[in-house]
């Protein structure tokens, strides 16, 4: 377990300690000098967030002084590791004015109590700290038992519970096994609770995800002599949720930034789906082809071609903390690069970033007369929200298509909101957009491009873009303008970067739709909408002598996508 996480944290580790051994800490891609004895309420410098405190006082970045000094023979990353924790139990007892809100926050508690464990497994304190370090920890321990987090839940309660079975399989004695066994009953509980049978961690967001993987790996491996049972139990969850972890993974083999989810913030999910097999791989060798079987998500690969298409609810129904305004939600790589992508989240704070962050706007989805998908207020808070319907996938001839629809604009007379999507190898990928109700809206559709994507407008309804080697053409499927704004794609905590916005806006009588297609140089064929009925668009798609239609119905109680072929294409199926 403790090689895993130095693993996980050895691409930063160096440049980090050294910076921590003169009093630089870089958190959430800010620093502060905070040298020795620290001002662990970050008083005396500029001022941060509440999460960077907490990070603080998870001292995760312990891990990385512990690396550096198994590496080389120094004693300084070691000396300082050690300098740090004598520091925090000086100047954080539990009585003082202000350290129930960081320092002995429960969250707070359940990181740095693993870290500590993780520490003292590998090299013993010093003697003149020895006594006070374990007194300590068992008052920390103590007070994260009396305080685990029912009142949020979910990842929350979930690291509390690993840490609890982390502090019981540690030490001996009766007080330690009345422990492991609360945390052996109660973890079993949340397993079933939060891990959905697709693997998923319930909140729906890649990054939690991940980092519940890792916190299930660490109760696997720490009770497996004390709680073979229990071992064997998140054995299993483990290996499913890396399967679901590794099919999600862009060809750049980091996450998709869905919901509340950074990339830096996360586990390196090689190491993790590596550590959940044994073998580095959880699933036999990708092909062309769509992957189903996940619940809410559409993959589809081609080569280092990769689209994901986000068809589940924003989150879950009683915890939406980490939920965006992102239904029907889509990312997409070309050439292993990332070309569609989500906006990230930028903070935690109670700002403008936090809202954009979150809004319809942000996200690759339909909006309808400008109004949110849902009512994201506060920070972690989500009133009236949209749910989708079941998603329907297959394959028709050389292309593999998925369907999905949502409710989320109901309350102003527009039931129904669909997305359709199809793609081949070597393009096209076709998308449409649709709104059922009465009466005329204003439809919009973003792409939000990924920073460093060349673009260029060449008429009102197409764009050019290049990735890598790839000069794509980007155009509207129907009347709807096509524009170029400007957004902020936020890939980590801290990080704001400008990148390009290509947006389909439609003002149209309702059933209508707006849609676009990408293609490429090699790209042969045309793809035509029309609107058959009141209910139905019919998608032509014309190659040659080659003719495929595709009706997308609008009627969401029928609920289907059915195609023809022309002869030249029959006995591809769908």
């Known amino acids: 377990m403790l090689d895993r996480h130095l693993q996980i944290r050895q691409d930063l580790h160096r440049e980090a300690a050294c910076r921590i ?10 620093r502060r000098r905070l040298p020795l004895p620290i001002d662990w309420r970050v008083t005396s410098v500029e001022p941060v967030s509440h999460l960077w405190r907490f990070q603080l006082h998870y001292q995760e970045y312990l891990l990385d002084l512990l690396f550096a000094s198994c590496e080389s023979n120094d004693p300084a990353p070691s000396t300082r590791m050690w300098e740090i924790i004598d520091d925090w139990i000086t100047g954080n007892p539990i009585n003082r004015q202000g ?101 998923e961690h319930f909140e729906r967001a890649p990054m939690y995800h991940a980092q519940m993987l890792n916190a299930v790996l ?81 993959m589809w690969r081609s080569g280092i071609d990769f689209l994901i298409f986000d068809a589940g609810p924003v989150g879950a129904d009683d915890l939406p903390a980490h939920a965006h305004c992102d239904l029907l939600n889509l990312e997409a790589s070309v050439e292993g690069k990332r070309l569609f992508v989500d906006g990230g989240v930028y903070d935690y704070g109670d700002g403008e970033m936090r809202k954009a962050c979150r809004s319809t706007a942000g996200h690759n989805v339909l909006q309808v007369d400008g109004k949110e998908q849902c ?13 989708p319907s079941t998603m329907e996938s297959g394959r028709t001839g050389s292309f593999s298509w998925c369907r999905a629809t949502h409710d989320a604009y109901r309350r102003i007379g527009v039931p129904v909101v669909g997305r359709w999507i199809a793609c081949r190898s070597g393009f096209p990928w076709i998308c449409v957009d649709w709104a059922e109700g009465k009466g005329t809206h204003e439809l919009t559709t973003r792409l939000h491009l990924a ?119 029959r006995g591809g199926g769908n």
């Open 21 to 30: 051994i003169t009093g630089e800490f870089e958190l959430l891609n800010e």
């Open 99 to 199: 350290s129930l809100a960081d320092a002995w926050h429960p969250f707070c508690l359940s990181k740095r109590i693993g870290v500590w464990l993780l520490l003292w497994q590998a090299e013993n304190p010093p003697e003149s700290l020895h006594d006070r370090f374990v007194c300590s920890l068992e008052s920390q321990v103590r007070y994260l038992e009396r305080h685990l987090e029912w009142d949020l839940r979910g990842n929350h309660l979930l690291e509390n519970l690993r840490t609890l079975a982390m502090a019981g399989a540690f030490f001996d004695g009766p007080i330690a096994e009345r422990r492991l066994d609360k945390a052996d009953r109660l973890i079993r509980g949340q397993l079933r609770e939060q891990i959905l049978p697709s693997g």
């Open 218 to 298: 660490d109760v696997r491996d720490t009770v497996k002599c004390a709680r073979p049972e229990l071992a064997e139990v998140c054995h299993d969850i483990a290996s499913s949720m890396a399967y679901f972890l590794e099919r999600i993974l862009h060809p750049d083999g980091e996450i998709p930034l869905l919901a509340d989810s950074a990339l830096r913030e996360t586990p390196t999910p090689s190491v993790l789906i590596a550590a959940s097999t044994g073998d580095g791989r959880t699933s036999p060798a990708t092909d062309p082809d769509v992957r189903k079987g996940h619940d809410a998500y559409w």
């Open 375 to 387: 009512d994201m207020w506060s920070r972690f808070r989500v009133g009236y929200r949209g749910h």
């Open 451 to 569: 920073p460093g994507t060349d673009i260029s407008q060449e008429t009102a309804h197409s764009a050019r873009l290049r990735v890598g080697n790839r000069n794509l053409l980007v155009q509207s499927l129907t009347k709807a303008d096509l524009s170029i704004e400007h957004g902020w794609y936020c890939p980590d905590f801290g990080v704001r970067q400008e990148n390009s916005v290509l947006t389909l806006n439609a003002t149209c009588l309702l059933p209508g739709m707006v849609g676009w297609i990408v293609h490429d140089n090699e790209s042969r064929g045309e793809v035509t909408v029309d609107k058959s009925s009141n209910d139905r668009f019919v998608i032509r798609w014309r190659e040659g002598e080659q003719q495929i239609d595709w009706n997308v119905t609008t009627d969401n109680s029928a609920g289907t996508v059915s195609a023809s072929l022309g002869d030249h294409e």
